[in-house]
C-alpha cells in the first residue's frame, strides 16, 4: 500500500470548514483513498473513501487532486465533536489487502 | 442501527489469568477482524474472519491467543495466561463482503490491563 503524509496537528473555528490534506504521491491506480478518525477512547470511525472523483456524504467531501497525488477531506461545518484524529489511509483493492495500517494522522482540534 | 458491540469495556486482571473478550459484529457482516492497539506499535491487526473461518491469523502474538467465531453474530479473543504486555485497547471490526477490503466499522473497543 502507498505511503501517506499528513500534518501533525491542526487548528479549526468551531462552525468553519475544516480542510485535512494528505500527500500520497506513490498512489497505484487500483489503491483507494480512505479516511478514518478516531476520537478520544473511541474506536475507529470510518467517514468516507473514494478512487478518483471526489465523494460526499453526510459526514464530509473528498477531494481528490487529478494526478491522485493528494487528497482534502472536507468537513464543512466542524463541531466540538470532530476533534479527533484523521487518519489517510491508501488501500489497494484486491484480496488479501485487508488490513487497515493507520499512520500518525492529524489530530484536529475544534476550538470553540 | 446496533453498531459493533463489544465487551467488556474494560477488564483488569492479574497476570496469569484467562482473559476473554467478546465481539458481536454488525449484522449481516460476512467479515470480523480483531485488532489490537497501543502507542508503541499503533494499530495491529491479529486476525481476520470470512463467514466464520479464520483466513489470515498471522497477526495473533502467540500461541497465547486464540479466537473463536462460532457463528455469524459472536466472537471471542482468548488470551491464556495474560502477560503484562498484553495490556492495550482490542477492537472487533467487521464488514461485508468477500475479500476483506471492504469498509470496516469498528467497535468501541475493550481496555485491557494485565497487572
Known amino acids: 500500500d502507498a505511503k501517506t503524509t499528513q500534518p501533525t496537528s491542526m487548528d479549526c473555528a468551531e462552525g468553519r470548514a475544516a480542510n485535512l490534506p494528505c500527500n500520497h504521491s506513490?498512489?497505484?491506480?487500483?489503491?483507494?483513498v480512505y479516511w478514518y478518525r478516531q476520537i478520544h477512547s473511541q474506536g475507529p470511525q470510518y467517514i468516507i473513501h473514494?478512487?478518483?472523483n471526489n465523494e460526499t456524504n453526510e459526514m464530509a467531501s473528498l477531494i481528490i487532486t487529478e494526478d491522485r497525488k493528494s487528497s482534502t477531506l472536507i468537513l464543512p461545518h466542524a463541531t466540538l465533536r470532530d476533534t479527533a484524529v484523521y487518519y489517510c489511509?491508501?488501500?489497494?483493492?484486491?484480496?488479501?489487502?485487508?488490513?487497515?495500517?493507520f499512520g500518525k494522522g492529524t489530530k484536529l482540534s475544534v476550538i470553540p | 442501527d446496533a453498531g459493533v458491540i463489544q465487551s467488556p469495556r474494560h477488564e483488569v486482571t492479574e497476570m496469569g489469568q484467562e482473559v476473554t473478550l467478546r465481539c458481536k459484529p454488525i449484522?449481516?457482516?460476512?467479515?470480523l477482524f480483531w485488532y489490537r492497539q497501543t502507542m508503541m506499535r499503533g494499530l495491529e491487526l491479529l486476525i481476520y474472519?470470512?463467514?466464520?473461518?479464520?483466513?489470515?491469523d498471522s497477526g495473533m502474538p502467540e500461541d497465547r491467543f486464540s479466537a473463536k467465531m462460532p457463528n455469524a453474530s459472536f466472537s471471542t479473543l482468548k488470551i491464556q495466561p495474560s502477560e503484562p504486555r498484553d495490556s492495550a485497547v482490542y477492537f472487533c471490526?467487521?464488514?461485508?463482503?468477500?475479500?476483506?477490503?471492504?469498509?470496516?466499522?469498528f467497535g468501541p473497543g475493550t481496555r485491557l490491563l494485565v497487572l
Open positions: 489511509i491508501v488501500r489497494v483493492a484486491g484480496a488479501g489487502s485487508y488490513q487497515l495500517t
Open positions: 449484522s449481516g457482516h460476512n467479515s
Open positions: 506513490t498512489i497505484s491506480g487500483n489503491e483507494y
Open positions: 474472519f470470512n463467514n466464520n473461518v479464520p483466513i489470515d
Open positions: 471490526a467487521s464488514s461485508f463482503g468477500e475479500t476483506g477490503v471492504e469498509t470496516q466499522y
Open positions: 473514494g478512487l478518483k
